[in-house]
């Protein structure tokens, strides 16, 4: 049976003249991947509306498409849709106040309420894999360069199928996005994750340097002098987080960077048993149960978040 709600947010669609897209700050390929995705889809399939994708750009993603830049004092009457963010505050690019009407699709644990119109599925993999769903159980379009990103957002965010929270649903929208539009995958698998010889080298000396606690618990602090040592950006830096998966004596492990920019630590945090989203949510961030992130300017956080990451190891058996 499908949804009802898909079709509730397709009236909604329907019905608005100027709709924008958001996602969460620090963005990763699926929540870059699934807003351009949706704008691009509505586009297609209502080509006089004002269509706009928002946020912070980070160089990385620009295959993917270019995102819109906007005065929302010239917006008139809009439509939020904000994808991949379970929170208000998190939301990038946009004044959440200024929007009568709001669309949150989102794959985390609720939080923040914020229309009357929300899918909320903890069991999907990806943003990616909801709206695809969305696509496919409307009339909104599919055409080749959706499919892509929607693609690259879902195998991204189920690491390449590998977490939990990938199904048999998600096998079955991957088999009919590729049917349907004869996506070539090998190419966009290259797109996702063929990386220059300096990441590789610092892939490695992360690894060679990475702080194992007896309990499991595994970290490693990255700063501004060893980032440009290897000449890598800082987000690149901190993503390197889902290369460590499958290590014999790690039950959990972060990457913890600075932000001199915005000036807040950012700790991207993952597990192969502990729950830490959790522990992240005592530092205001969130996530998934084995895949979350923590922002805070306070150093004496950091220090606090890695003691209760290594508790939680130690009580795991």
């Given at each position: 049976?499908?949804?009802p709600i898909y079709k509730?947010?397709?009236?909604?669609?329907?019905?608005?003249?100027?709709?924008?897209?958001?996602?969460?700050?620090?963005?990763?390929?699926?929540?870059?991947?699934?807003?351009?995705?949706?704008?691009?889809?509505?586009?297609?399939?209502?080509?006089?509306?004002?269509?706009?994708?928002?946020?912070?750009?980070?160089?990385?993603?620009?295959?993917?498409?270019?995102?819109?830049?906007?005065?929302?004092?010239?917006?008139?009457?809009?439509?939020?849709?904000?994808?991949?963010?379970?929170?208000?505050?998190?939301?990038?690019?946009?004044?959440?106040?200024?929007?009568?009407?709001?669309?949150?699709?989102?794959?985390?644990?609720?939080?923040?309420?914020?229309?009357?119109?929300?899918?909320?599925?903890?069991?999907?993999?990806?943003?990616?894999?909801?709206?695809?769903?969305?696509?496919?159980?409307?009339?909104?379009k599919m055409p080749l360069?959706?499919?892509?990103?929607?693609?690259?957002?879902?195998?991204?965010?189920?690491?390449?199928?590998?977490?939990?929270?990938?199904?048999?649903?998600?096998?079955?929208?991957?088999?009919?996005?590729?049917?349907?539009?004869?996506?070539?995958?090998?190419?966009?698998?290259?797109?996702?994750?063929?990386?220059?010889?300096?990441?590789?080298?610092?892939?490695?000396?992360?690894?060679?340097?990475?702080?194992?606690?007896?309990?499991?618990?595994?970290?490693?602090?990255?700063?501004?002098?060893?980032?440009?040592?290897?000449?890598?950006?800082?987000?690149?830096?901190?993503?390197?987080?889902?290369?460590?998966?499958?290590?014999?004596?790690?039950?959990?492990?972060?990457?913890?960077?600075?932000?001199?920019?915005?000036?807040?630590?950012?700790?991207?945090?993952?597990?192969?048993?502990?729950?830490?989203?959790?522990?992240?949510?005592?530092?205001?961030?969130?996530?998934?149960?084995?895949?979350?992130?923590?922002?805070?300017?306070?150093?004496?956080?950091?220090?606090?978040?890695?003691?209760?990451?290594?508790?939680?190891?130690?009580e795991e058996k």
């Amino acid at each position: 049976m499908v949804n009802p709600i898909y079709k509730k947010i397709y009236q909604k669609i329907k019905k608005y003249d100027t709709i924008v897209v958001a996602r969460h700050i620090g963005p990763d390929p699926d929540a870059v991947t699934t807003e351009i995705a949706l704008r691009d889809s509505i586009r297609e399939t209502f080509p006089n509306k004002k269509v706009y994708a928002v946020g912070s750009g980070v160089a990385r993603f620009k295959t993917y498409g270019t995102l819109d830049k906007i005065n929302e004092d010239e917006l008139v009457n809009p439509l939020l849709i904000v994808v991949d963010v379970p929170n208000i505050y998190r939301i990038d690019g946009i004044t959440f106040s200024k929007y009568s009407e709001v669309i949150k699709i989102d794959h985390h644990p609720f939080e923040d309420k914020m229309g009357d119109v929300e899918l909320v599925d903890t069991t999907s993999c990806s943003a990616a894999q909801l709206v695809t769903e969305l696509i496919f159980n409307t009339k909104l379009k599919m055409p080749l360069h959706v499919a892509e990103n929607l693609f690259c957002g879902i195998v991204s965010d189920s690491d390449r199928f590998l977490l939990p929270y990938t199904t048999a649903k998600t096998f079955k929208l991957v088999s009919r996005l590729i049917e349907e539009t004869n996506l070539d995958f090998s190419k966009l698998y290259v797109k996702l994750y063929e990386r220059p010889l300096n990441e590789i080298r610092f892939q490695g000396y992360l690894a060679e340097n990475l702080i194992l606690t007896e309990n499991g618990f595994a970290y490693i602090k990255i700063d501004n002098e060893l980032i440009e040592k290897f000449g890598v950006d800082s987000g690149t830096a901190s993503n390197m987080v889902n290369n460590f998966n499958f290590i014999k004596e790690v039950k959990a492990w972060a990457f913890i960077s600075y932000d001199t920019k915005n000036k807040v630590y950012k700790v991207n945090i993952r597990s192969r048993g502990p729950v830490i989203n959790e522990i992240a949510a005592k530092y205001n961030g969130g996530g998934h149960a084995f895949a979350s992130g923590v922002r805070t300017p306070n150093e004496e956080d950091i220090d606090n978040l890695i003691k209760d990451l290594d508790e939680v190891c130690k009580e795991e058996k």
